[in-house]
Antibody
């Protein structure tokens, strides 16, 4: 069964750092395009970052230069390193698999992990 | 960046009735559009991809249509479990992938 499980969220002060993990089962992370999407409390969905199967990475302008997406083949895990966090980064962060490369919908999604940036 | 706009923001419908949700893209996305359902406290769930193809396990009462810039999600006979928030997403021009702001379907 294909499954994604996020972890690593929590409360952090503005300017702090956090690393999110997304453990995959039922498929191999490095042979798929993988994405992070976030949802601020009571708001809509915002795409954050993608990593291609070939390793290329792209970011939303709102997080460029502060967030880094990566993956680990040995643990079949996707990561999101978040630095210089801002109050407006507060959100539930979801990881998701692209079904067919870049021009693709996202399925499945993980259950999400909450990041709260506050002093 | 392609802007995706959903309407209405909230739709009030009775169980058993038909619901029609709209999604508009600021430029053509051909049929590279997906619909997701999100219930409170849950992750989004894929309903429709390719504008009109139902995902695995999605009931036939859900249907998608449209191409270019105008798209519709129709739920033919609403069940109690269908009351949720629905998002559309374009994946034709990326990055960034962009979502509509959502339509809340309420009783």
């Amino acid at each position: 069964d294909v499954q994604l499980v996020e972890s690593g969220g929590g409360l952090v002060q503005p300017g702090g750092s956090l690393r999110l993990s997304c453990a995959a089962s039922g498929f191999t992370v490095i042979t798929n395009y993988m994405t992070w999407v976030r949802q601020a409390p009571g708001k809509g969905l915002e795409w954050v970052s993608v990593i291609y199967s070939g390793g290329s990475t792209y970011y939303a302008d709102s997080v460029k230069g502060r967030f880094t997406i990566s993956r680990d083949h040995s643990t079949n895990t996707l990561y999101l390193q978040m630095n210089s966090l801002r109050v407006e980064d507060t959100a539930i962060y979801y990881c998701a698999r692209h079904r067919v490369g870049g021009t693709s919908w996202f399925d499945p999604w993980g259950q999400g992990t909450l990041v709260t940036v506050s002093s | 960046e392609i802007v995706v706009t959903q309407s209405p923001a909230t739709l009030s419908v009775s169980p058993g009735e038909r619901a029609t949700l709209s999604c508009r893209a600021s430029q053509s996305v051909t049929t590279n559009l997906a619909w997701y359902q999100q219930k409170p406290g849950q992750a989004p769930r894929l309903l429709i991809y390719g504008a009109s193809t139902r995902a695995t396990g999605i009931p036939a009462r859900f249907s998608g249509s449209g191409s270019g810039t105008e798209f519709t999600l129709t739920i033919s006979s609403l069940q109690s479990e269908d009351f949720a928030v629905y998002f559309c997403q374009q994946y034709n021009n990326w990055p960034p992938y962009t979502f509509g702001q959502g339509t809340k379907l309420e009783i």
